[in-house]
């Protein structure tokens, strides 16, 4: 079977392959953007009367029968067929059916090049701004589990070996300054998709006196493209944004794997709400953090989104070719999987539960504090190397005779380092030991309070504004 062709030309002497049809329509994916693409053509119908190219009657006409449309869409009432093949095509057949022959004076002095790079453009501005506020969501359910547990000792880790005594609050607020960074780079690409294309036509501009200045202002875009050819030819902000999003993915992803360490039972720092936990077909002890693993999994999918736009790039001469149709569903699906991701982090984050005596547990048996030991020789005026090889030594003989460095303080370690029982006690101390490092971003319970409520602070005006 095969289908009209009409919204090209006269030229084709041949209908379309019904085959071909299906392949080149991007109107089941790309109908997505019908509210963007109504409001383009409303500013540019705007523009084209105010500069006299189409008479006023006609654009009067043409922007009521958009508005009808804008309304139909904004009460999910829009419904497409393959042969539209985008959502340009699919508009223009429904405006021409609401208001008659005068919508065909629509598409004066612009091209569908311009019009989808002008389309995706404004989906995505409203895509990061809504990510940013997610974003803030996100940051701030990790700064109110913060809050509560400014005190809460637990232990540090490097190389997933217990390393030194911190808190949790000081943990949590490490990934909060990650999703900060993030939601700068995030606003960072958005000055570069805030630019505008329209009026580059197919690509070489146009000969009326356009003036795309308006439909910038109008749009709320920042400024024009600088280059026409650039402005129907680029898809570097997709390929920016999706890039972020890979790696925001990637940060949730490292902070997924520590909720899913801390609620295995050998650690049982934490529980995930049985509201985000899944159990198991066979075995009816468990819960499984599924929130967690599958936010972690779905940061591979994002990152492959990253390298099908790269490669859709890649060599692709100037200036529109087909090819960047392929930039949607990378681009729509790796912006959903991101949004939904947040929302259910955010969720998962403020039920958790933590389990405060076993991370100080945890912390007491790892040996956390040897540094503050050999803080304390250096400060008797040991050199820190010296220092180092003493505690080292002391740990392997506390790990020989199966206890803590506290209990070596009534004869091996005086007699090691010269210096007395309650000395060697207050420096093994973790309480004292976190109230000493109250340098700024440390875990010190004061200052750290002092810079949640700076972040909260932040975060809700991030919240409240717009
Ligand atoms: N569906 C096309 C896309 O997504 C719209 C632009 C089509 N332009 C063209 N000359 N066929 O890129």
Known sequence: MVSDNKHWSARFAEPIDELMMRFNASIPFDHRLARYDVQVSIAHVRMLGTQQIIARQVCDKLIGGLEQLAQKIAADDFSWQLSDEDIHTSIERKLIELVGEDAKRMHTARSRNDQISTDIRLWLRDMIDLQCKLLARMQLALVTQAERHVDSIMPGFTHLQVAQPTTLAHHLHAHCCVLTRDTERLNDCRGRVNQLPLGAAALAGTGFAINPQQVADELGFERLCANTMDAVAARDFAVEYVAVA?????????????????????????????????????????????????????????????????????????????????????????????????????????????????????????????????????????????????????????????????????????????????????????????????????????????????????????????
């Not at 985000?276 to 468990?286: D, E, H, L």
């Not at 005596?357 to 803080?375: F, H, K, P």
């Not at 029982?421 to 207050?426: D, G």
Request: glycine fraction near 4%.
């Open 246 to 466: 890979a790696l925001v993915m990637v940060n949730l992803s490292r902070l997924c794997e520590e909720i899913v360490i801390w609620s295995s039972q050998p650690f049982a720092f934490a529980q995930v709400a049985d509201s985000y936990c899944t159990g198991s077909s066979i075995m009816p002890q468990k819960r499984n953090p599924d929130a967690a693993e599958l936010v972690r999994g779905k940061s591979g999918r994002v990152a492959g989104h990253v390298v099908a736009l790269l490669l859709m790039t890649k060599g692709q001469p100037l200036a529109y070719n087909k090819d960047n149709q392929e930039d949607k569903e990378a681009l729509f699906d790796a912006a959903d999987t991101l949004s939904s991701c947040l929302q259910v982090m955010e969720g998962m984050v403020a039920t958790m539960k933590f389990d405060v005596a076993a991370m100080r547990q945890m912390a007491d048996q790892g040996y956390a504090c040897a540094t503050e030991l050999a803080d304390l020789l250096v400060r008797h005026d040991v050199a820190f190397r010296d220092a180092h090889e003493m505690v080292a030594k002391a740990v392997k003989e506390a790990e020989l005779r199966v206890v803590s460095l506290n209990e070596l303080c009534e004869d091996y370690l005086p007699e090691l380092t010269g210096l007395t029982a309650s000395e060697l006690r207050r420096a093994l101390d973790v309480e004292q030991a976190i109230a000493a490092r109250n340098m700024p971003g440390a875990p010190a319970p004061e200052a750290m309070q002092k810079l949640l409520g700076k972040k909260r602070e932040e975060l809700e005006n991030t919240l409240r504004d717009k």
